[in-house]
């Protein structure tokens, strides 16, 4: 099973800062919106999400792999900082461009994310979409874009070492992992959502989980959330999916998930349904090497130009919308 | 014969008093007392003051030894000859299933997890290997059933791996139908059926296999174990027909009594039957353990652990580099084939195959120990690939749909390892049945000549004693 571990290291512990730089204004938007962070967990298995929702939050009071939600503290960093964009290429670019290919880092287990076609090898999804859309714009030639299978929890190994030039891989953006590497601007928005059976005559959130024997993936910000709830018995699974196939064998009840794996269940399933509700918010980006910092505005400058051409839009009306319950706006992160 | 002094020849007809008699009589008849208590006990007495009394009783005593001898030596080498045939036509074929079913299913496993890599390309052969591994392990576990005691907990085992397979078989599918639509749920399922099958179906055939191992090894032991009542018996026949022989050339100075020669012939013979076919087969079975079972038995966990791996190294590819899990069942199970420190629990099962081996089977086995190897280094190079985040090179390495790729596979060296070693087993099965077939009938001829040496010999001392006693009348 995939590893729940691993993947916790993945996106989430998002805190919004505060923005105290910003003023209150500010603040109140992002702690719409992101609340503080929270984990997409699209990929694989789900990553304990992080944030809370108020953005601010004291570094120390990040708990990394334990999974643990910082529902409470203040994030003390801002999750929609990065560079401003632009169509310069600095000396990161050059380089790549020297090595005529950019290699992006993406995931192969998250259907209509990043999923490898079992029949036809085509690696396909929202996330692949974009990731070509990157590299056909800087690179000025999809062929010369490579892409990467990169495991949950290797990604920021993987960009450290140079392995992958960017990752486009469900990944949340965190406090924590802005220390480490570089994001574009959050790409996608999320929130933890619940999913049932269609038998299930459970119509909210709690309806669904009181009393019910319910399933997370362990780590992951899931199976905080359901920590906090009176649910009767609480199934952990090393994978989002692992959850799908108790439930489809009547071995749990609901499951909760963020709405882009619960998007790819509902994919896969068209017997399970996704409940209106949602909890703890996050945001995902692109990520890179810290000091690439002219890749990141080319990123940035790339991300404008995809949302405002429309085929962010295009891209998520194909892979997601027949399964998320809310119209694209909903996911565009928009910093006010 | 070398002559004899003196021969109880047809000439020697003179009647004589044995010389002694008296004292005999004296010594036997304690005190000489004149009161002639009544009872058997006080007859008996009062024979024993008697040569022909003395004769009549000496005569009774060889008839019930020998007779004892023969039948109850008879009866423990019926026994042992019984075992010897549980253990050739129900033991060992029970054992050897059950160690086919608990590979059948671990071989299901490991080829299901390749059919779903191949998905949509999947070859017939891997899906017929697949279904004859199920077909398989359902018709040893129906065998198996119907020669084990209703019951007995053996058939709780074979009870739940009868429901369980097609549990297992039903999640493959689901796997299966799932990865065709190009769902990623198809590899939870994957994952899920494996997990079902190493959780429940594997434990439960291994328990069972580990039960049929030990009941084959309490027939063993009984065929095998030394007949020393049958033993004791013969030696007190034969020193009681020594004893009554030298007492009669005391007192007649006849030195051979043909009746009683006979008699020790026909005993010692008897024995010397018993010792060699109770030798013979504790020899022929002893082999067939050393040549054949216990070599089959390491040779059996070996591949159990090779199909393991082969699992593990498939089930890494499914979850599509997204858990370690797989790779840490890699690592133990290839350290469990091969281990070689001398610290840890011993040798590798792979190498304990190897170094147990009979030499007929030593060829496929060192074989299958160069394509384990070969196989290893295929599984670092596509792991290595993987690792550098080209899944699709990695899993071509390892499996692949295409003819031409497909004999540099890692998959191609496991199916080269896995043949050696069913070839090995064939060979070593053979080896214990060439060692243990016809071990039952040696017996059981020895157990017939040794009751029929029995009755001669207690007919021959009675015949022989009667000649003597016919002299006093």
């Known amino acids: ?336 | 014969m070398a002559t004899p002094v003196r021969t109880e020849g047809p000439g020697a007809h003179t009647p004589e008093r044995p010389a002694g008699t008296v004292p005999a009589q004296r010594r036997a008849g304690g005190t000489g007392a004149v009161v002639l208590p009544s009872g058997p006990l006080a007859r008996l007495g009062r024979a024993t003051r008697t040569a022909p009394g003395r004769l009549r009783l000496a005569g009774a005593l060889l008839a019930v030894l020998t007779l004892a001898f023969g039948a109850l030596t008879a009866v423990q080498v019926n026994s042992r000859a019984a075992a010897a045939q549980r253990v050739v036509d129900n033991s060992q074929p029970l054992s050897q299933a059950a160690a086919d079913i608990n590979r059948s299913l671990a071989d299901a496993d490991a080829t299901a997890a390749t059919g779903f890599l191949l998905a949509g390309a999947e070859p017939r052969a891997v899906r017929d290997r697949y279904e004859q591994d199920l077909r398989t392990a359902s018709q040893l576990i129906a065998e198996s059933a119907s020669r084990t005691p209703a019951s007995s907990q053996l058939r709780e085992l074979l009870s739940k791996l009868n429901q369980q397979v097609p549990v297992y078989a039903g999640l493959v599918e689901t796997a299966r139908a799932n990865n065709r639509q190009g769902y990623p749920l198809g590899g939870a399922y994957q994952r899920y059926a494996s997990e079902q099958m190493r959780t429940v179906l594997l434990p439960a055939a291994a328990q069972f296999s580990a039960a049929e191992n030990a009941l084959l090894a309490e027939d063993m032991k009984a065929a095998r174990a030394t007949p020393w009542a049958g033993y004791a018996l013969g030696l007190l026949a034969l020193a009681g027909l020594v004893w009554v022989q030298l007492t009669l050339f005391r007192r007649t100075n006849r030195v051979f009594n043909i009746g009683l020669v006979a008699a020790t012939a026909a005993v010692l013979a008897a024995v010397l039957w018993l010792t060699v076919a109770a030798n013979g087969a504790a020899t022929a079975l002893a082999r067939g353990d050393r040549e054949g079972g216990v070599p089959l038995r390491a040779l059996n966990s070996a591949r159990v652990d090779v199909l393991t791996a082969r699992l593990a190294e498939n089930l890494h590819y499914v979850a599509r580099g997204s858990s370690g899990v797989y790779a840490d069942l890699w690592s133990k199970t290839t350290e469990h084939l091969v281990t070689s420190d001398p610290g840890r629990a011993g040798p590798g099962t792979l190498l304990q195959a190897q170094s147990l081996a009979p030499r007929a089977a030593e060829g496929p086995i060192a074989q299958a120990v160069a394509d384990y190897q070969q196989w290893r280094e295929r599984h670092t190079a596509a792991s290595k690939l993987e690792n550098d985040g080209d899944y699709q090179a990695a899993l071509d390495a390892t499996v692949t749909a295409r003819e031409a790729d497909a004999p540099k596979t890692a998959e191609a060296a496991f199916a080269a390892a896995d043949r050696q070693l069913a070839d090995a087993a064939v060979l070593e099965e053979g080896e214990f049945r060439d060692a243990a077939l016809g071990v039952d009938e040696d017996l059981r001829t020895a157990a017939a000549a040794i009751a029929v040496l029995g009755l001669l010999a207690a007919a021959a001392a009675l015949r022989g004693l009667g000649r003597r006693l016919a002299e006093y009348r």
């Not at chain 1, 993947?7 to 919106?33: E, F, K, N, Y």
């Not at chain 1, 993987?158 to 891989?169: H, L, N, P, W």
């Not at chain 1, 802005?178 to 619940?194: I, K």
């Not at chain 1, 071995?251 to 509700?277: N, P």
Request: neutral net charge; proline residues 5%; charged residues 25%.
């Open chain 1, 1 to 336: 099973m995939v590893t729940s571990t691993s993947t916790s290291t993945g996106r989430d512990r998002g805190r919004g800062r505060a923005a105290a730089l910003r003023g209150a204004r500010t603040a109140a938007a992002l702690a719409l919106l992101a609340g503080g962070a929270l984990v997409l967990g699209t990929g694989g298995p789900q990553e304990p999400s992080a944030a809370g929702a108020p953005r601010q939050v004291p570094l120390a009071a990040q708990q990394e792999q334990s999974g643990q939600s910082e529902q409470s503290g203040q994030a003390d960093c801002d999750l929609y900082r990065s560079v401003p964009a632009s169509t310069e290429d600095g000396p990161a670019v050059k380089a790549i461009k020297a090595k005529r290919s950019l290699v992006v880092g993406i995931d192969l287990n998250s259907y209509r994310w990043g999923s490898r076609n079992p029949n036809t090898g085509q690696v396909e999804g929202f996330d692949i979409d974009l990731a070509r859309a990157i590299g056909t714009a800087i690179m000025g030639d999809p062929d010369k874009v490579v892409l990467k299978a990169v495991p949950t929890a290797d990604r920021i190994k993987f960009i450290q070492e140079g392995r992958v030039d960017i990752i486009v891989r469900t990944m949340s953006i965190t406090c924590e992992r802005m220390e480490q590497v570089a994001f574009s601007r959050p790409y996608f928005t999320t929130s933890q959502r619940v999913l049932v059976p269609r038998s299930s005559p459970a119509k909210t959130m709690d309806e669904a989980l009181n009393g019910a024997t319910a399933c997370a993936a362990s780590g992951s910000s899931a199976e905080e959330e359901l920590k906090t709830r009176p649910v009767k018995q609480l199934v952990t699974v090393q994978n989002h999916l692992d959850c799908l196939v108790l439930m489809q064998l009547g071995k749990v009840d609901a499951t909760m998930t963020d709405d882009g794996l619960a998007a790819s269940q509902a994919a896969q399933d068209q017997t399970v349904r996704v409940l209106d509700g949602e909890v703890r918010p996050g945001v995902m980006g692109v990520a890179m090497l810290k000091t690439s910092t002219d890749l990141t505005a080319r990123v940035n400058q790339v991300l404008n130009d995809y949302y405002n051409g429309g085929s962010w839009r295009r891209a998520y009306d194909t892979w997601l919308k027949p399964y998320l319950l809310d119209d694209a706006d909903r996911h565009w992160p928009t910093p006010r």
